[in-house]
């Protein structure tokens, strides 16, 4: 009966569609608690889980040939939102990040992150394995990311656009790329950091380092943030101080307690075993989610499998070390578990797109 429930979704590889469940549950019990109760916007964040099911099971019903066939218009669509934000995106805190449609308001750059897995997986799939010797076959990729990157930096979202760069170079390491032209990536790359540095970073976002190299130079300013993320992480203790019970994140000390700093107010609450548990359960899918991927035959599915998993795995373990203060704040939110109505609906809805990739991975004639 399990079994058929299954098929009926459409669904290989159920496990992880429990386990995200799992997240689900468990996010929407640490919104309830901070919110007290099922209001507000614990109840949008049950909303978008629940919306987000259901566009999943609905994308794992279609095809991996659907993708191929429209990834570059995919592409297309969201880069055009990405310049309408820049005329006329709605601004907040700062920023100026989203489209406000009819009351509806939503951030393209978050969609961009599959926008480009899509791009690439398809570009790379017409080619031979022979052309990656070649450095010309490398523009359109550059370019493919490059411009979303720029336009991300100057709404400015340092985190989101940092996330197309690394989800980008998976992809292309998944294709195969050359060992010469990693070393040539990874010198491009300090360069561009060092450029990145002197010329663009705002003063907001180099004192995030500062404050990273030493909390305790200002704890009532820069610092601010990651001091009472490990304050509130540390007074969990093993068990924690129980449901509703934490005290930085019910007090509003901790900033972002419902967005990047989610994480920190759950393990304040449940203490050490419960973020154990959370975590074995974030990196259960990533594990599963690669090992999955490997069965995948065609390439494009491939890829786009390592793509959408390599997605999950760096905000996972971006954000995870942001909060314990092993690198910087960077602003990149916990998948499926933060909230958030684009990054859940998007991170989902990639999650439905990894299912569909699953369909044919042992058909070695699968054409596209």
Request: glycine fraction near 10%; aromatic fraction near 14%.
């Amino acid at each position: 009966m399990r079994r058929l429930f299954y098929d009926q979704l459409h669904i290989i590889h159920p496990r992880i569609l429990l386990l995200l469940f799992l997240l689900l549950v468990t996010s929407n019990i640490i919104m309830i608690s901070i919110f007290g109760g099922l209001t507000g916007l614990a109840m949008r964040h049950f909303v978008h889980s629940l919306v987000g099911l259901i566009i999943l099971i609905g994308l794992a019903n279609t095809s991996p040939r659907f993708w191929f066939k429209h990834a570059f218009t995919i592409y297309g669509v969201i880069f055009f939102m990405l310049i309408l934000v820049e005329l006329f995106g709605a601004i907040g805190l700062g920023a100026q990040r989203w489209l406000d449609i009819g009351g509806f308001r939503f951030q393209p750059s978050e969609m961009m992150k599959i926008g480009i897995v899509l791009a690439l997986a398809r570009y790379f799939q017409a080619l031979n394995p022979k052309d990656y010797y070649s450095l010309r076959i490398y523009i359109i990729p550059i370019l493919l990311v490059a411009v979303p990157f720029v336009l991300v930096m100057v709404q400015p979202d340092l985190g989101t656009a940092m996330l197309l760069l690394l989800v980008a170079v998976l992809v292309i390491f998944a294709a195969g790329l050359p060992n010469k032209f990693i070393y040539i990536g990874v010198g491009t790359g300090l360069a561009s950091a060092v450029y990145l540095w002197l010329r663009v970073l705002r003063d907001y976002q180099k004192n995030r380092v500062f404050a990273f190299l030493d909390p305790t130079s200002d704890p009532a300013g820069s610092g601010y943030h990651i001091n009472q993320s490990i304050i509130a992480i540390g007074s969990g203790g093993f068990f924690g101080k129980g449901f509703g019970g934490g005290s930085q994140a019910q007090l509003d000390f901790l900033p972002e307690k419902h967005t990047d700093f989610i994480f920190t107010a759950f393990a304040e609450q449940f203490g050490f075993l419960g973020s154990i548990i959370v975590l074995g359960i974030e990196f259960s899918i990533v594990y599963l989610g690669f090992s999955y991927s490997r069965e995948i035959v065609p390439n494009f599915a491939k890829l786009l499998g390592f793509g959408v998993i390599g997605l999950y795995a760096v905000q996972v373990s971006i954000n995870s070390a942001m909060v314990l203060g092993l690198i910087p704040v960077v602003g990149v939110p916990l998948p499926i578990f933060s909230y958030g109505g684009t990054s859940m609906l998007t991170n989902l809805a990639a999650f439905g797109i990894f299912f569909a990739a699953m369909k044919g991975r042992h058909e070695t004639s699968l054409k596209y």
